[in-house]
């Protein structure tokens, strides 16, 4: 008869289970991505967080890393996860020497090597907290760590080896914090739409 009643008493005091799992109490509550309390399984980082993290990105280049409209031999294509495939930059055709350039005002915040290969970032001024950081590699910096550096100004050359393109070129990175962003959405339309200087015909008449 007491363990009757005890057992009654502990039926009544215990919370349902739909409100267990309502909190997030043991391995799977949630959606399944991370959003329990008690989910053990980390939330992955996919288009949403990234959407969350970057917010606009303010076109404030004043030039492209290299050359006047380098082509784009690989566009931006952000991983669904954190360790997940993808292309977090862009690579830009560059031959081995071509200057690199500061897109815009900043700080270079790392200028050495990763991985045996040449990397230069620079925080872009007034740009939040944490700030923009573009990165660039293979880069032989030229500048040091701390400096403050302008839009247009030699970071660095583009090296002849570490370079994960089939052809010379320098991959353009934009971060902030640990989210990666489209490198290309600093540039404004005219600078995105701007091609190479071409002779035009005076009062219609072809150039020889």
């Given at each position: 008869?007491?363990?009757v009643?005890?057992?009654?008493?502990?039926?009544?005091?215990?919370?349902?289970a739909?409100?267990?799992?309502?909190?997030?109490?043991?391995?799977g509550?949630g959606?399944?991505?991370?959003?329990?309390?008690?989910?053990?399984?980390?939330?992955?980082?996919?288009?949403?967080?990234?959407?969350?993290?970057?917010?606009?990105?303010p076109?404030?280049?004043r030039?492209?890393?290299?050359?006047?409209?380098?082509?784009?031999?690989?566009?931006?294509?952000?991983?669904?996860?954190?360790?997940?495939?993808?292309?977090?930059?862009?690579?830009?055709?560059?031959?081995?020497?071509?200057?690199?350039?500061?897109?815009?005002?900043g700080?270079?915040?790392?200028?050495?090597?990763?991985?045996g290969?040449?990397?230069?970032?620079?925080?872009?001024?007034?740009?939040?907290?944490?700030?923009?950081?573009?990165?660039?590699?293979?880069?032989?910096?030229?500048?040091?760590?701390?400096?403050?550096?302008?839009?247009?100004?030699?970071?660095?050359?583009?090296?002849?080896?570490?370079?994960?393109?089939?052809?010379?070129?320098?991959h353009?990175?934009?971060?902030?914090?640990?989210?990666?962003?489209?490198?290309?959405s600093?540039?404004?339309?005219?600078?995105?739409?701007?091609?190479?200087?071409?002779?035009?015909?005076?009062?219609?008449?072809?150039?020889?």
């Open positions: 008869m007491v363990l009643v005890a057992l009654t008493v502990a039926a009544l005091l215990a919370p349902p739909s409100r267990l799992f309502a909190v997030g109490v043991g391995v509550a959606s399944g991505r991370g959003e329990g309390v008690g989910d053990p399984t980390p939330a992955p980082v996919g288009a949403s967080r990234l959407r969350a993290a970057d917010g606009p990105v076109a404030i280049a030039t492209w890393p290299v050359g006047v409209r380098p082509r784009v031999l690989r566009g931006w294509e952000p991983p669904a996860t954190v360790y997940g495939p993808g292309h977090r930059g862009v690579d830009l055709a560059a031959p081995p020497g071509t200057p690199v350039w500061a897109v815009a005002d700080r270079v915040s790392f200028a050495g090597r990763v991985a290969k040449g990397v230069v970032s620079v925080e872009l001024t007034g740009t939040g907290d944490p700030p923009l950081r573009t990165t660039y590699e293979p880069v032989r910096a030229s500048v040091p760590r701390g400096a403050e550096v302008e839009a247009g100004e030699v970071i660095g050359t583009v090296e002849a080896g570490g370079s994960h393109c089939t052809a010379p070129c320098v353009w990175g934009l971060l902030r914090g640990d989210a990666y962003l489209d490198p290309l600093l540039l404004p339309p005219w600078l995105l739409q701007q091609g190479p200087s071409r002779l035009l015909p005076v009062l219609g008449v072809p150039l020889p």
